[in-house]
């Protein structure tokens, strides 16, 4: 159990560029998530994989956003057109299918929009 | 949707000292989470507690469903614990999108 790996750490781009983030769950993990975390709130629910099935997705994610996880088991969370209010840190989770299954989390991506 | 509020939202304790935090949240859930962030913002979940009591360390959690509430003890706190508590809930409306207070902030000095 290698835990969930994100990748960058830290992102800074431009106003207008589109930015890639990319995902790798646990290994034997079938549901995956995306939040969105900015300084001083809570972790805010973006969209979740069960497989490689997009199964709900926030109003926060605009049509500027799209998530995929095209084989179930990474995921990438693009950006496009990138403006200031995206900064934040963009956070990925795993679990089981299941009830009882627990949310682990990677260490984020820090996204700076200048 | 649904709402979780959790109290207080700032603490401050000196080494040794024990606390609670508390969550609320407005209606009926599959399950509730707690989670420590780290000050290097990394996410640890401490407790999945969707009802009754659990033990971990020095640290408990109790949760009635009923009452839509949740308590996280912590007792012989440490530097170590310092850092934001988050409540995390599924509601009770199908899927499985976890939602998240807006923390306690937790501050331990020596």
């Known amino acids: 159990d290698t835990g969930v790996s994100q990748d960058p750490r830290h992102k800074i781009t431009k106003r207008g560029q589109n930015v890639t983030f990319r995902c790798d769950p646990i290994s034997e993990h079938n549901r995956l998530y995306w939040y969105r975390q900015t300084l001083g709130q809570g972790p805010e629910f973006l969209t979740y994989?069960?497989?490689?099935?997009?199964?709900?997705k926030s109003r926060l994610l605009s049509d500027r956003f799209s998530a995929e996880r095209p084989k179930g088991s990474f995921s990438t969370l693009e950006i496009q057109r990138t403006e200031q209010g995206d900064s934040a840190m963009y956070l990925c989770?795993?679990?089981?299918?299941?009830?009882?299954?627990?949310?682990?989390f990677g260490n984020g991506t820090r996204l700076t929009v200048t | 949707g649904i709402q979780v509020e959790q109290s207080p939202p700032d603490l401050i304790l000196q080494e040794g000292a024990n606390s609670t935090l508390r969550c609320n949240f407005s209606?009926?859930?599959?399950?509730l989470q707690w989670f420590h962030q780290n000050p290097w913002g990394q996410l640890i979940n401490l407790f999945y507690?969707?009802?009754g009591t659990k033990q971990n360390g020095r640290l408990s959690a109790t949760t009635v469903a009923t009452e839509r509430y949740s308590l996280l003890y912590i007792s012989s706190s440490q530097t170590t614990d310092s850092g934001v508590y988050f409540c995390?809930?599924?509601?009770?409306?199908?899927?499985?999108?976890?939602?998240f207070g807006a923390g306690t902030r937790l501050f331990v000095k020596a």
């Open positions: 995390a809930v599924d509601p009770n409306t199908g899927g499985f999108k976890t939602i």
């Open positions: 994989f069960q497989n490689e099935a997009q199964l709900e």
């Open positions: 507690i969707p009802s």
């Open positions: 989770a795993s679990s089981l299918a299941g009830q009882a299954s627990p949310l682990h």
């Open positions: 209606d009926s859930v599959n399950n």
